[in-house]
C-alpha cells in the first residue's frame, strides 16, 4: 500500500482522511475525531498530507510536521476546482489529497506558535491596545489650508459667495 497523498477535511469535531495513490485512486476513507486522527498518523510512514487552509489548520499541521509528515496547507479557493460532485466532507478530503500532490499549487505557510498577526501585540508584550498620542493629533501641514500632496502647494481658502448667503 504506497500512499502518494492525503487530504484531510477538518470540522468542529469530525475530521475526514482520504489517502490517494499514485494514479489518484483512492486508497483509505476514514472518519475521526481529533485525538483518533493523531494516533492514526502517527503509526503511518512519512508522507504528504494536504489540509484546507483555516484556523484550526496550522494547528494540526504543526502537530503533523512533529510526527515527520510533509504537511501543505492549501486555500480554499484553490480546492474547490478539484471536486468532482457535490460538497460532502469525504469528497473535501479527496479534492484536498488531489490538489496537495500538483506541482504549480499555491501553499500557505504554516504560522509558528506564538506568532502573531500585529507585532507587538502578543500576549504578555505589555501593549494595551491603545493608539499613541501623536497619532490623535492632525498634521501641522494641514491645519494651514495646504495640500502637500497636490502639485502646485498651498490653495486658497474657498470664498464666501458674493450673494450674502452661504453656501451649504
Same mark, same amino acid.
Given at each position: 500500500?504506497?500512499?502518494?497523498?492525503?487530504?484531510?477535511?477538518? %470540522?468542529?469535531?469530525?475530521?475526514?482522511?482520504?489517502?490517494?495513490?499514485?494514479?489518484?485512486?483512492?486508497?483509505?476513507?476514514?472518519?475521526?475525531?481529533?485525538?483518533?486522527?493523531?494516533?492514526?498518523?502517527?503509526?503511518?510512514?512519512?508522507?504528504?498530507?494536504?489540509?484546507?487552509? %483555516?484556523?484550526?489548520?496550522?494547528?494540526?499541521?504543526?502537530?503533523?510536521?512533529?510526527?515527520?509528515?510533509?504537511?501543505?496547507?492549501?486555500?480554499?479557493?484553490?480546492?474547490?476546482?478539484?471536486?468532482?460532485?457535490?460538497?460532502?466532507?469525504?469528497?473535501?478530503?479527496?479534492?484536498?489529497?488531489?490538489?496537495?500532490?500538483?506541482?504549480?499549487?499555491?501553499?500557505?505557510?504554516?504560522?509558528?506558535?506564538?506568532?502573531?498577526?500585529?507585532?507587538?501585540?502578543?500576549? %504578555?508584550?505589555?501593549?494595551?491596545?491603545?493608539?499613541?498620542? @501623536?497619532?490623535?493629533?492632525?498634521?501641522?501641514?494641514?491645519?494651514?489650508?495646504?495640500?502637500?500632496?497636490?502639485?502646485?502647494?498651498?490653495?486658497?481658502?474657498?470664498?464666501?459667495?458674493?450673494?450674502?448667503?452661504? @453656501?451649504?
Amino acid at each position: 500500500m504506497q500512499i502518494a497523498s492525503i487530504g484531510i477535511d477538518l %470540522g468542529k469535531t469530525t475530521f475526514h482522511l482520504v489517502a490517494l495513490r499514485e494514479r489518484n485512486k483512492i486508497l483509505v476513507r476514514r472518519k475521526f475525531s481529533r485525538s483518533q486522527l493523531l494516533a492514526d498518523t502517527a503509526n503511518l510512514a512519512s508522507s504528504l498530507i494536504g489540509l484546507e487552509a %483555516g484556523a484550526g489548520a496550522h494547528f494540526l499541521g504543526a502537530v503533523l510536521r512533529e510526527q515527520g509528515h510533509q504537511v501543505r496547507l492549501i486555500p480554499a479557493q484553490f480546492v474547490k476546482p478539484y471536486r468532482k460532485t457535490n460538497k460532502n466532507d469525504f469528497i473535501d478530503a479527496e479534492a484536498i489529497a488531489e490538489a496537495v500532490s500538483k506541482q504549480n499549487m499555491r501553499f500557505v505557510q504554516i504560522k509558528e506558535p506564538g506568532a502573531t498577526r500585529y507585532p507587538g501585540h502578543a500576549p %504578555g508584550s505589555g501593549s494595551t491596545g491603545t493608539t499613541s498620542h @501623536r497619532t490623535d493629533q492632525r498634521d501641522p501641514r494641514l491645519s494651514a489650508g495646504t495640500r502637500p500632496h497636490v502639485r502646485g502647494g498651498a490653495h486658497p481658502p474657498a470664498q464666501e459667495p458674493a450673494l450674502g448667503y452661504r @453656501r451649504c
